[in-house]
């Protein structure tokens, strides 16, 4: 055998105990040795079993390291983070703790998949390495309002003193969704926000839907102001293109200034009823109660005030639904002059004012209602927010003559000879007489004194109301049903009307006091003080009206 041919198996066994080949390369080598020099195999596994045993023991001694420093690793103190996401190749997590947010590597054992934003997890005592995820366990933290996403993992909060914070969003929050107006509970040192928590001011009731049982047909003397209104709110409502053609300047809604019991939000049941079954769309009524609204807290009432203005928005893109909102008592709004209303009412009304001009859907209308119309402030009265008025006055007899027939037309009467429809027609006429003539029993209640020494009659048309005709009714047809439980005639007189028309109006003779409330009760003007309510008889003792019978 040459030189040459004994070199070669002698170079691939060199290269075969370098350890710097591939193991197909090794493989190769291995076969050429022992095929060109097949005495050299003992040799040869001799070496690879040394190093075998080499390798072995380079493993036990590496494996005994890594347990001394998995154990170093889990050597108390664990500190608490929160895992935020992956950085780089995702070897490495970002975390926050304590206010502040790094980088740490991921311990032994950590599947990656087990690891969400949010998720607790425990640091070593460097601080330096993840070596366990903890248990969702509650955490505590603040509570803000979702306002909008900021990117598709982030999201804007507001605060109770409306400051605004950017947090990260848990995994979970993204999953389940969130709306304008979700409580989340976040961690405010690490902006991490972590679940959703249950709205307490959302269970107020700020909203109460009305029922839409009144039709225009049950209502007296308010026929005029229905027709305008029903073709105002239909013109907004249903026609936006004309709004926009004729470059008309779009309204936010109405108010209705009155005194008490006029009708104000019946009317807007029958508006509603009117407009749902004319149109067939789907027309929703709810009504705000004064003061419920308000709280004691710091910055909560502006925070219902919001919440309200979300429900109403979000009720009226459900289903393409149409939404009235009324607003009973409009004038416990409040003012922006804090030395009229306070500091609360000072804050109320602007932010109610930023939610009016914030409304951008077309199907959203806002009624107010007030007897107190002097205490409104101005800014709700201009164009574009409650800027159309419609005003409710007391029943003339004309109207009252309406309301009444829409009460006892179908009641059993007392006829005296008389058709169902005469009797009827004289009961409406007789009581009107008494109210409405200058000489009628009920036409004068007493007199009253100004400061300045005139006197002037108090009459009983301007105590009368829609809800007072209504209530002096069923008090007339409850004489009538006793009468018959007890085995006598039951028809309605005139003198069951009448004494039920005296009843009430000497409850309300009773309380009337001069003050503030006796002038916007009677509607006098402003330079008229009344100083005295002298009544003309001892209110406390009903009439007698039996020579009605007759």
Known sequence: MSEQSQAAPADMLQKLLSEGLSKEEEKVALETCVKSKPGAALSLLLI??????????KAVESDKANAELYKTLQEPPWHP?????????GDRALVAAGGRRFSVVLGPGIEAQSLRCGRNVMLNANQNVLINVGDDVPQPGAVAEFSRFHGAHRAVLRGHADEEVVVDLAADLIETGLASGDVLLYDRDNCLALERVENRHRTTGLLEELPLDVRIEQLGGLDDVFGELVTEVTLHLFHPELVERYKLKPT?????????????TSLLQALGEY???????????FVVRPGIHRSMWFGVSEQRIRELFREAKEAAEADNSYVLVFFDD????????????????ARLLPCFLQEIDNIRTGRLLLFGATNREDLLDEALLRPGRFGKIFRFSRPNRRQAREILARYVTDLPVYQNG???DEAIRALIEGALAAIYSPNGELATIGTLTFRDGSRRPLMSSQLLSGAFIADAVEQAKRRGCFRAMDGNPGEITAE??????????????????????????LNLPQDLDVVRVELSRNQKTPRKFEYLKE
């Open 81 to 89: 983070a929160a895992f935020i996401r992956f950085l780089g190749g």
């Open 330 to 345: 409009m004038d416990h709004l409040g003012s922006r002059d804090h030395r009229l209303s306070g500091e609360v009412d």
């Open 418 to 420: 008389q058709t169902h």
């Open 48 to 57: 690879l079993l040394d190093q075998k045993h080499r390798y072995r023991a």
């Open 252 to 264: 936010k809604g109405a108010l209705f200034c009155g005194p008490p019991g006029t009708g104000k």
């Open 275 to 285: 407009l749902k079954r004319t149109t067939g769309a789907d027309v929703k009524v």
């Open 496 to 521: 069951d009307l009448l004494s039920a028309i005296d009843r009430e109006l000497a409850s309300i003779a009773e309380r009337l006091k001069p003050g503030p409330a006796l002038q916007q009760m």
